[in-house]
């Protein structure tokens, strides 16, 4: 394990109910999830640069004692992002479930980063216990879209939802109508390798789909 209180030079802190809290915390993670995490961070600076630089970022927990992931040391929970210009994203918050179609599509947006770098990601969609936070970590397959898988069709009907408007229900089941707005919002974001077979298709969308989710823009 090694110890750290940021990643890649950007501070993470911890809050809950005495927020905003940027007092330094001490963290724990393995050399390999850092080094991931330094990616994820340089993503998101990247695709979200019209909000200024990432100013700090809030968790809930690197390494936790308790079995799985965690407990490993190889999984993250975020919780808050923020950034330069004063613009946030929230989980904690429960961003995904807002009135606000911004606050949605840039909780998308962070969602989308997050998977570019973690095959297995949770969310407020996901089941209630991740409803305040985002959670990523090294579980599971090689990163590629699984529509087999609970998590990732979730992700994929919300995506449809809040930037198609697709009206499909959340429920996780990839079923014919998933399949067509997925074909829908895959050709309309210009994307013509398979992001089932493997990273770099997927990992395309997603930058896509962030960008879109980062501006506020349907597609």
């Not at 100013?55 to 965690?70: D, L, T």
Request: glycine share 8%; proline share 4%.
């Amino acid at each position: 394990m090694i110890t750290f209180s940021a990643i890649d030079g950007t501070p993470v802190y911890y809050w809950r109910s005495n927020r905003p809290n940027t007092t330094t915390r001490n963290w724990q993670c393995t050399q390999e999830f850092y080094d991931r995490l330094v990616l994820w961070i340089r993503d998101l600076r990247s695709l979200s640069t019209a909000y200024g630089t990432v100013s700090y970022m809030v968790s809930a927990g690197f390494y936790v004692n308790k079995p799985g992931e965690h407990g490993e040391g190889t999984a993250v929970d975020i919780d808050h992002i923020q950034w330069s210009s004063g613009t946030v994203c929230t989980p904690l918050d429960k961003h995904h479930a807002s009135t606000n179609a911004a606050l949605r599509r840039r909780y998308l947006a962070l969602e989308a980063v997050t998977r570019r770098r973690f095959r297995y990601v949770l969310d407020g969609w996901y089941n209630a216990d991740h409803a305040d936070h985002i959670h990523g970590d090294f579980g599971g397959t090689p990163i590629r879209l699984v529509t087999g898988s609970n998590s990732d069709t979730k992700f994929i009907q919300a995506m449809c939802n809040n930037f198609r408007d697709a009206g499909l229900t959340i429920d996780g089941d990839w079923g014919p109508l998933t399949q067509s707005a997925y074909n829908s919002a895959k050709s309309a974001l210009g994307i013509t390798g398979d992001p089932t077979s493997g990273a770099a298709p997927y990992q395309q969308m997603l930058s896509a789909i962030a960008k879109h989710g980062f501006a506020n823009t349907t597609f």
